[in-house]
């Protein structure tokens, strides 16, 4: 596995691979990788040549008062894991080399930004986005992958790769859970025992929409649920609800009957600190 940290070197070897003929997939990720990161490589390897996987903790979509600073890292263990995956191009930039002095150029999806995630975290989709865009403009891969774990950001990802033309295939890759359900994701490292136990009731609160769709017969209204999922998470006094709602997962637009086109996705907070994420379809 080649490491490159310069965007010019690491962009050189890849139109060298294509010189040759060779397909490309990306796999853009910010690192302290778990099974949801290699399930995203292996997918790669089925699809195409030659893999790249990004590591880049991007600072831009980060709020002022976010996790940018204590963001999880582990370049060595990284590596390890990416090459007995069988990655072939490991990029980890310094931020002083992707975003050079005076950048000024955002790229935004408006409207699929601006929901969900979007409502309290202002200018994150902004920041993915733009970060999204410059890889595909270093590699001008074939394919990019991403997890389905974060669903909104699939849907931003695909919504502007058509809005902008962009000669790239998108594709989502199904969320990998711990043994209870938990969404793997390198943020659950910071949940300390008793909120790890706790954690898992994001997931089961989802689950229990569904079943409640998949066993009713006739059209099971949305708000109902919702509530009932939001007081199930609210039992435990550490939890807040950011959101919780049940969307058209074409276009995020909001649901009132549930139907098999729906997803239902949630972020939650414990004890004020950990911010976690999941999402359901209801397929
Ligand atoms: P991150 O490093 O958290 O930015 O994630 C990098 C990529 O891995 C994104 O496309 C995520 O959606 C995806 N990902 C994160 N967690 C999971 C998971 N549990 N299952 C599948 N994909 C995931």
């Not at 490589?41 to 002022?64: E, R, Y």
């Not at 902004?126 to 001008?140: E, Q, R």
């Not at 637009?253 to 911010?275: D, H, L, M, T, Y």
Request: charged share 25%; with cysteine; hydrophobic share 40%.
């Amino acid at each position: 596995m080649i490491i490159e940290e310069l965007p010019e070197n690491a962009a050189r070897i890849v139109r060298e691979w294509r010189r040759d003929g060779k397909t490309i997939c990306l796999v853009p990720t910010m690192g302290y990788f778990h099974e949801g990161h290699l399930s995203l490589m292996k997918h790669g390897l089925q699809l195409a040549d030659k893999v790249i996987v990004s590591l880049f903790v991007n600072p831009t979509q980060f709020g002022a008062n976010e996790d940018l600073s204590v963001y999880p890292q582990d370049l060595e263990g990284d590596c390890h894991k990416a090459e007995r995956t069988g990655v072939d191009l490991l990029f980890c930039p310094a931020a002083s080399a992707v975003y050079r002095e005076k950048h000024q150029t955002v790229v935004s999806v408006k409207d699929v930004s601006n929901r969900l995630c979007g409502l309290n975290r202002p200018g994150h989709f902004d920041g993915v986005a733009t970060i999204v865009t410059k890889l595909f403009n270093m590699f001008s891969p074939e394919f990019a992958l991403f997890g389905e774990k974060d669903y909104q950001q699939l849907v931003v990802i695909k919504t502007m790769v058509s809005d902008l033309d962009m000669p790239v295939t998108v594709k989502g890759v199904p969320t990998i859970r711990e043994h209870d359900g938990l969404a793997m994701s390198s943020r659950n490292s910071y949940l300390d025992p008793e909120e790890r136990a706790i954690a898992p009731v994001l997931y089961e609160t989802l689950n229990d929409i569904r079943t409640s769709f998949k066993t009713k017969k006739t059209p099971a209204a949305v708000l109902p649920l919702v509530e009932k999922a939001k007081a199930k998470i609210t039992r435990f006094t550490q939890c807040s609800v950011d959101y919780l709602e049940v969307f058209d997962e074409r276009d995020l637009s909001p649901a009132e009957v549930i139907s098999e086109n729906c997803r239902a996705a949630g972020a939650i907070r414990i004890n004020g600190k950990v911010r976690l994420i999941d999402n359901l379809s209801m397929k």
